[in-house]
Nanobody
Framework: QVQLVESGGGLVQAGGSLRLSCAAS????????MGWYRQAPGKQRELVAD???????NYADSVKGRFTISRDNVKNTVYLQMNSLKPEDTAVYYC???????????WGKGTQVTVSS
């Protein structure tokens, strides 16, 4: 089992920045990919960015050039630096991890990000 705890959400004005963190605990040796998804009201959950243990990066087109994902494999923590935030970035942001082998996914409880215009 893997437990994920997010932190760093909040309210920010358009153009501002926030940094999200997600700390993993439990069977962290089994984790390959860690990433962030978001879900806005009335919309489906969507991938924001992810990074595998080897450092391969993947970003949604909507956040490229504004968001940066990084990972500390010693601390079992993944970060999402969000710059130039837009009102359309408003959503609940969920941390995700995917296990080697069976690709089982684990989810955090989510953290609210609200960008005011």
């Amino acid at each position: 089992q893997v437990q994920l705890v997010e932190s760093g959400g909040g309210l920010v004005q358009a153009g501002g920045s926030l940094r999200l963190s997600c700390a993993a605990s439990g069977s962290t040796f089994s984790i390959n990919t860690m990433g962030w998804y978001r879900q806005a009201p009335g919309k489906q959950r969507e991938l924001v960015a992810d990074i595998n243990r080897g450092g391969r990066l993947n970003y949604a087109d909507s956040v490229k050039g504004r968001f940066t994902i990084s990972r500390d494999n010693v601390k079992n923590t993944v970060y999402l630096q969000m710059n130039s935030l837009k009102p359309e970035d408003t959503a609940v942001y969920y941390c995700n991890s995917v296990r080697y082998g069976d690709f089982r996914a684990y989810w955090g409880k989510g953290t609210q990000v609200t960008v005011s215009s």
